[in-house]
């Protein structure tokens, strides 16, 4: 069973914390091409959320191509084009990038000493 968490007090709407999470299990490989999510209504119960919450996630997640509705039967996970993966490893790489400048900069670390960590640290990953 998948376990859901949505914050009604936080700043980024109940759809999009659901989308997100379905989302990167989904590109994580924790949720596999052909696997059953939620129903909408089970989701919404469980999230104490409206089903229309959970039907825009759903809505979102299956316009960008991660998820298909076959109506009786329920929602499930698409296989995962390569294009995809790649694109939120870049978003993940432009976000761990970002923090390293700002903790650099902090750090008083000029550009060519943080490279050089950074040339270190893919040579390490070889």
């Not at 490989?29 to 989701?43: C, H, I, N, Y």
């Not at 993940?92 to 650099?104: H, P, T």
Request: aromatic letters at 4%; one cysteine or more; glycine letters at 6%.
């Amino acid at each position: 069973m998948l376990n859901f968490a949505v914050s009604l007090q936080s700043s980024i709407p109940a759809y999009e914390q659901i989308k997100e999470q379905i989302k990167k299990r989904i590109i994580s490989g924790e949720l596999k091409d052909g696997e059953t999510l939620p129903s909408m209504r089970m989701l919404a119960r469980d999230l104490k959320v409206s089903i229309i919450t959970t039907t825009r996630a759903y809505a979102d997640l299956e316009n960008e191509g991660l998820i298909s509705t076959v109506q009786g039967r329920g929602c499930f996970v698409n296989a995962l084009p390569k294009e995809i993966v790649r694109k939120q490893y870049i978003n993940d790489i432009d976000a761990s990038l970002s923090n390293a400048v700002i903790k650099g900069k902090a750090a008083g670390l000029s550009l060519a000493e943080l490279l050089q960590k950074l040339e270190d640290k893919f040579n390490e990953c070889d």
